[in-house]
């Protein structure tokens, strides 16, 4: 079945630092790509998506692109800032499937 | 606009126990999820209801999970009897539509709730 693989958290860096959460994926046809955040205290919420190859998603400083040949859309981000600090989760799902598959998630903490 | 509501934030109960957890989705959202996330783990899919219909509860334990969305608005889960192993935030989310997942609409998360089964 599709899957979603992070890496392991927690990622710890330190203010302006570049980070990059890697997340590779599995799925029989050709999925949608999502990177969800949830910040202390708070739900879940679409941090950016992909709907197909090459695509490029990008929201508040993040940056992922769908690579189909690898099969991974690893999060970036130039320079982060303490309020970064946060649990990301990458997500998938397939083509008139509807329902989200979702990685482990990685803890991630910006020290100032 | 209003977000996901869900309540209680939290349940503490023994094994065997039956608990329940209520949503009310965003106004107008005509489809509402069900999560579970275990601790360490990414959230998954107990159940999907388009309106008051489900559309995908292949994941949901249904010899001890239950769930209603009677009039298509909010909706409860329910765990009767409750085992240690079901100690998880559950999460309720809404879309605009069932296309959510592949690009549509993008789901609304509430805070969740926590049970602990002791």
């Known amino acids: 079945g599709d899957s979603v693989t992070q890496m392991e958290g ?4 330190s203010e302006e630092a570049f980070l990059t959460i890697n997340c590779t994926y599995t799925a029989t046809g050709y999925p949608s790509l999502f990177w969800y955040v949830q910040y202390p205290g708070e739900g879940l919420q679409l941090l950016l998506k992909a709907t197909k190859a090459d695509d490029k998603g990008s929201n508040k400083g993040f940056e992922a692109t769908y690579r189909k040949e690898t099969t991974s859309f690893h999060l970036e981000k130039g320079s982060v800032q303490v309020s970064d600090s946060a649990v990301y989760f990458c ?3 397939e083509w008139g499937a509807q329902k989200l598959v979702f990685g482990q998630g990685t803890r991630l903490t910006i020290n100032p | 606009e ?3 509501a869900q309540s209680p934030r939290y349940k503490i109960i023994e094994k065997r126990q039956s608990v329940a957890f209520w949503c009310n989705p965003i106004s107008g959202h005509a489809t509402l999820y069900w999560y579970q996330q275990i601790l360490g783990q990414g959230p998954k899919l107990l159940i999907q209801f388009q309106n008051n219909g489900v559309v995908d509860d292949s994941q949901l ?6 769930a209603e969305r009677l009039k298509g608005v909010d909706s409860t889960l329910k765990i009767q009897p409750a085992k240690l ?4 935030v559950y999460l309720c989310a809404s879309s605009l539509d069932r296309r959510a997942g592949t690009g549509g609409s993008p789901l ?3 805070n969740g709730t926590r049970l602990t089964v002791t």
């Open chain 1, 10 to 13: 927690p990622v710890t860096l």
């Open chain 1, 91 to 93: 997500a998938l799902s």
């Open chain 2, 2 to 4: 209003a977000g996901v």
């Open chain 2, 61 to 66: 334990p249904k010899d001890r999970f239950s």
């Open chain 2, 85 to 88: 192993e079901d100690s998880a």
């Open chain 2, 108 to 110: 609304h998360f509430g």
